[in-house]
C-alpha cells in the first residue's frame, strides 16, 4: 500500500506525472537512435541490445500517454469512481512490453554468442565509441531514475512508479553491456553477445515485478499493515467505537474507497450509532487525504 500523496492539486499532479513521461519518452527516443546506430557501427551486440531496449521503450511511453489521457476522463454513469484504474492497466502495459523485449533479446545475444564461442561466426572488433555510449546511458538513465522515483513518490502514480524501476532496469542493463564491451575490447569477443544474453535477464526480472505489482492492484489486494494499523489506530480515538472488526480498501488511481466495520454499545439508539459512524468517516477524511470515500457498517458489541 503507497504513502498518501502529497499533491493535493489535481492539475499540479497531473502536470507531475506529465513531465515524468515527457522526459522518459524523449530520453529513449535519443537513447534508441544513438545507441542503434553505434551499436551497428560498432559491432556490439551488447549496445545494440541496448539499444533494442530503448526503442521497446519508446513504444510503450506512447502507449503510457494515451492511458494517462484517458485515466483523467470524469466519472460517468457507468464508472462512478472515475477512469484512474487505467493509470495501472498502463503499468500492466509497461511490463508485456518489458518482458516481451527481453525474450527477444536473450535469444538473439544467446544464439549469436554460442556461435562465436564455439568458432561457427566470426567475431568482429567493437569500438571503444560503444563503450562510451554505454558509460553516457548510465549517467543519464540515473538522473531519470533519481526524479522519476522521486515522482512517483509524491504523486503515487502507479505507472510512473513502474517507468522509475524500468530506468533503474536500464542502468543495470547499460552497465552489463559496459561490461561485456569492456571485455570485447580485451580481446574477449564471445563475451559481448553473453552480456547482451545478461541485459536481457535483468529486463526480464523488471517486467515479471511489474506484472505482479499491478496484478495485485487490480485484483484489490487488501490494504498492507501499516495502513491497516493507522485506520484502527485513528478509529481507537472515536468516542462511542468499541472494537474494530474489518478495514477493506479498494484502490481507484491515487486514491482509495474504504470500507469499515466496526462495532458499538448495543444498548445505543440507532440515530446515535449513526452519529459514530458519521464521526468515523470524517476522522478518516481528516488523517487520510488519499482516502475518497468511506462506507460503514456498525452493529452491536454483544452480537
Given at each position: ?224 499493515q501499516e495502513l491497516d494499523a493507522q485506520i484502527r489506530g485513528a478509529l481507537a480515538g472515536v468516542e462511542g467505537i468499541m472494537a474494530v472488526e474489518e478495514v477493506r480498501a479498494h484502490r481507484f488511481g491515487p486514491h482509495y474507497t474504504v ?45
Amino acid at each position: 500500500m503507497k504513502e498518501p500523496i502529497k499533491l493535493e492539486s489535481p492539475e499540479a499532479r497531473n502536470d507531475a506525472c506529465d513531465f515524468a513521461v515527457d522526459i522518459g519518452l524523449y530520453s529513449n527516443i535519443f537513447l534508441a537512435l544513438l545507441k542503434t546506430i553505434v551499436g551497428i557501427a560498432g559491432h556490439s551486440a551488447a549496445l545494440l541490445a541496448d539499444g533494442i531496449n530503448s526503442t521497446s521503450d519508446f513504444i510503450y511511453y506512447v502507449a503510457v500517454k494515451i492511458f494517462i489521457r484517458l485515466s483523467r476522463q470524469p466519472a460517468d454513469d457507468e464508472h462512478p469512481y472515475g477512469h484512474a484504474q487505467f493509470e495501472t492497466i498502463a503499468a500492466l502495459v509497461v511490463g508485456a512490453f518489458i518482458i516481451t523485449t527481453g525474450v527477444a533479446i536473450f535469444w538473439e545475444s544467446a544464439d549469436r554468442g554460442w556461435h562465436i564461442y564455439a568458432g561457427s561466426a566470426e567475431a568482429s572488433k567493437v569500438s571503444i565509441y560503444a563503450l562510451w555510449t554505454a558509460l553516457f546511458t548510465i549517467a543519464l538513465k540515473f538522473g531519470l531514475a533519481v526524479k522519476t522515483r522521486g515522482i512517483g513518490a509524491l504523486t503515487g502514480n502507479p505507472v510512473v512508479s513502474a517507468l522509475a524501476k524500468d530506468h533503474i532496469n536500464d542502468i543495470m542493463a547499460s552497465a552489463s553491456a559496459a561490461a561485456g564491451i569492456a571485455l570485447a575490447l580485451a580481446g574477449y569477443a564471445w563475451v559481448d553477445p553473453l552480456a547482451g544474453a545478461v541485459v536481457a535477464l535483468f529486463i526480464l526480472k523488471t517486467g515479471v515485478g511489474i506484472l505482479k505489482e499491478s496484478a495485485m492492484e487490480l485484483m484489490d489486494t487488501v490494504p498492507g499493515q501499516e495502513l491497516d494499523a493507522q485506520i484502527r489506530g485513528a478509529l481507537a480515538g472515536v468516542e462511542g467505537i468499541m472494537a474494530v472488526e474489518e478495514v477493506r480498501a479498494h484502490r481507484f488511481g491515487p486514491h482509495y474507497t474504504v470500507n469499515l466495520k466496526f462495532c458499538v454499545d448495543g444498548s445505543l439508539p440507532v440515530k446515535r450509532g449513526d452519529q459514530i459512524a458519521t464521526l468515523a468517516e470524517k476522522t478518516i477524511y481528516e488523517k487520510f487525504h488519499h482516502i475518497r470515500k468511506v462506507y460503514t457498517h456498525f452493529h452491536p458489541q454483544e452480537r
